[in-house]
């Protein structure tokens, strides 16, 4: 199967959501409002949940269908996988999440707004590790995946990455950073996304023959990070709902996109 245009928009749809969100930095002045950044958070983590069920977890149980009343198998694998694989970036990869003073992962001297780099790299790997798995799936041309599947888990992706592009440019502005330095900075953490797709792509012919337990794997990466990270970071402080309608907002968007595209 040629590489389409349509191949190109999926794999750099994420991106290209990342770099428009880090973008308002030079948009929005001061710090972004908590409310705000809840309200953004709670969103991403809505449309990662909700990308990990319709467009990862259940092909993968389809692609399993042969297997009968044990098609979960490999759903169940891959997402455990794939918690585990996050767990051990977690605790390997030095990081700084925002609100937070303490450094995570092995210590470090790296500079803060590096860290913070990383923490968001880490969010986005197992976004574009998904992307990649469904491409990989739609070039072989021998599985259920379609491509306006494809095309809903790409555009719901790069809608989530607009507010985690604005989340490290503008924090990063407010506490210092130029506001140019502060959108490459963002800039700089979504490319982990084609670059992991295009990784994940280079390995196809291991992909493909287990090609549900990978969809499971990205689909329990994604998991990971909403529950490790996402969750937590919209739900302190004070006790506040925005978050969570937010994130039944951003669930909602990404379940129609799904069905309505693929």
Not at 16 to 39: D, Q
Not at 40 to 61: D, E, Q
Not at 138 to 166: D, K, R, Y
Not at 232 to 237: A, I, L, Y
Request: proline share 5%.
């Amino acid at each position: 199967m040629t590489l389409s245009l349509e191949f190109w928009r999926e794999l750099l749809l994420p991106f290209i959501g990342t770099t428009a969100g880090a973008g308002c930095v030079f948009f929005l002045k001061g710090a972004m409002p908590r409310a705000f950044e809840r309200a953004l958070t709670g969103f991403a983590a809505g449309v990662m949940v909700a990308a990990s069920v319709w467009s990862l977890l259940i092909p993968s149980m389809d692609e399993a269908a042969h297997m009968g009343r044990l098609s979960f198998i490999p759903a169940v694998a891959g997402l455990w996988l794939g918690f585990i694989f996050l767990m051990i970036l977690d605790r390997t990869v030095p990081h700084l999440h925002m609100h937070s003073e303490e450094c995570e992962g092995p210590q470090c001297a790296l500079a803060r707004s590096t860290m913070m780099i990383l923490a968001v790299a880490l969010h986005n790997l197992p976004e574009g590790m998904a992307v990649g798995v469904v491409l990989a799936g739609l070039l072989s041309g021998e599985t259920a995946v379609s491509s306006a599947g494809a095309f809903a888990l790409s555009l719901g992706i790069a809608i989530q990455n607009f507010p985690e592009g604005a989340i490290i440019s503008m924090p990063l502005h407010s506490g210092g950073i130029s506001r140019g330095k502060s959108f490459w900075y963002g800039v700089l953490s979504g490319l982990v996304e084609p670059a992991g797709a295009v990784l994940t792509l280079l390995a196809a012919p291991l992909i493909l023959p287990a090609l549900p337990y990978f969809l499971s794997f990205a689909a329990g990466a994604m998991l990971y990070v909403v529950v490790e990270e996402l969750i937590p970071e919209m739900s302190e402080g004070q006790h506040s709902h925005i978050g969570t309608l937010a994130f039944a907002t951003g669930f909602s968007l990404m379940m129609i996109l799904d069905i309505v595209l693929g």
